[in-house]
């Protein structure tokens, strides 16, 4: 539906998407995430029509499309988006809804079952005669997506949709999106710095850094398969190392970094460069006897760091290479560990990621 082909949106002398080239599916869902102040904002608006780029091409179901600056305009009519920090107008809900089908020209009576539909779809039905500036955040967050899809977009773009809402009403969201997704049909892009939403919502990632599209994948090639240091880090993988390979056969290749020899489950990668990467999620640690285990990477050490990490302990463990492994509560004290105390790591084969640098 959507082929962007070498974008780069240029603002004052300053490239803030660079030779961007992506194409997003009829009927999926597709999430750009990077940190802030990467250009997925403005990657959306260029998406939108509302920004022309600076070079390059944006093809919208086969044509080339470019902004002619007119609200008639057929292909921007396809399309709805939703900002960060949508604005309410001092008018009722249903005014408010409604005002995208009134540039349309719809009439007061065309507008009211539409109204109402798109105030259903977000669960909030009989909120029609409120003020829009009485809502609270979630609600009006929830009109503000109303007024985007009441004109029965072909494509939905979000940018941030849950960025100001507490976690409740941001899953709230998220069930809206992607049932307007799976009943509808909707082409959904979405940006978001919520790496969790990300993985949960969507069919495929773009990762955005420094306005260069570093990788396009599922949520599984992009948190554990990232591409290239920058993403490894942006996705939070915690395991980097920058080391060679050894050699590989069916299955198995083994690397090296600082004199410790990993096996993945990754295929050689072409470059010279090479970088080993696992997730902490993905590292266990043993005490004693680690026969039991079919791990393939069992490397003793001693921890040297244990410290909260959200609902994790984050612990370091010194096996030549430090390792980090992200433990519960429960696990922590099960294995009675704690600094100085001696270990194993264990990481299985196929979460040992190799990648070019
Ligand atoms: P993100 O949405 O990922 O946080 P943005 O697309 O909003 O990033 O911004 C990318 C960069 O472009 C930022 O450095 C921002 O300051 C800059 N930028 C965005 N819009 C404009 C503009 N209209 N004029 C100049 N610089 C801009
Ligand atoms: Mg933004």
Do not use: W
Request: proline share 4%; with cysteine.
């Amino acid at each position: 539906m959507i082929e962007l082909d070498h974008v780069t949106m240029t603002y004052e002398s300053r490239d803030v998407v660079k030779d961007i080239t992506l194409q997003v599916k009829k009927g999926e869902i597709f999430g750009i995430i990077g940190p802030s102040g990467s250009g997925k904002t403005t990657l959306l608006k260029i998406i939108n029509l509302i920004e022309k780029p600076s070079s390059g091409r944006y093809r919208f179901d086969g044509s080339v499309v470019f902004r002619t600056g007119k609200g008639a305009d057929p292909v921007g009519r396809r399309m709805a988006m939703l900002f960060q920090k949508p604005v309410m107008f001092n008018a009722s809900v249903d005014d408010n809804i409604g005002m995208g089908l009134r540039f349309r020209g719809v009439r007061e009576a065309g507008r009211y079952p539409l109204v109402e539909q798109a105030l259903q779809e977000v669960g909030l039905a009989g909120y029609g005669q409120r003020k829009a500036r009485t809502l609270s955040g979630g609600e009006a967050q929830r009109v503000a997506l109303a007024r985007a899809i009441v004109i029965s977009p072909d494509l939905l773009l979000l940018d941030e949709p849950t960025a100001n809402l507490d976690p409740k009403t941001a899953v709230v969201i998220e069930e809206i999106i992607r049932r307007l997704n799976r009943e509808k049909g909707m082409t959904i892009v979405l940006s978001t710095h919520d790496l969790v939403q990300g993985q949960r919502l969507c069919d495929r990632i773009g990762v955005v850094i420094d306005g260069q599209l570093c990788q396009v994948g599922t949520p599984v090639e992009i948190f554990h398969m990232p591409g290239s240091t920058p993403v490894a880090h942006y996705v939070g993988v915690e395991n980097i190392f920058n080391g060679r390979i050894i050699d590989a056969s069916a299955g198995c290749t083994r690397f090296e970094t600082q004199g410790v020899v990993l096996m993945s489950g990754s295929e050689r990668p072409a470059s010279q460069e090479v970088a080993a990467s696992f997730r902490a999620e993905d590292v266990t640690l043993i005490i004693g006897d680690a026969g039991k285990t079919s791990a393939r990477n069992l490397l003793p050490g001693k921890i040297v760091e244990m410290s909260p990490y959200g609902p994790f302990t984050a612990v370091k463990v010194d096996c030549g290479i430090t390792i980090t492994a992200f433990l519960t509560r429960t696990t922590v004290e099960d294995l009675a560990i704690s600094k100085g105390s001696s270990v194993t790591a264990a990481i299985k084969a196929t979460a040992v990621h190799l990648f070019g640098t």
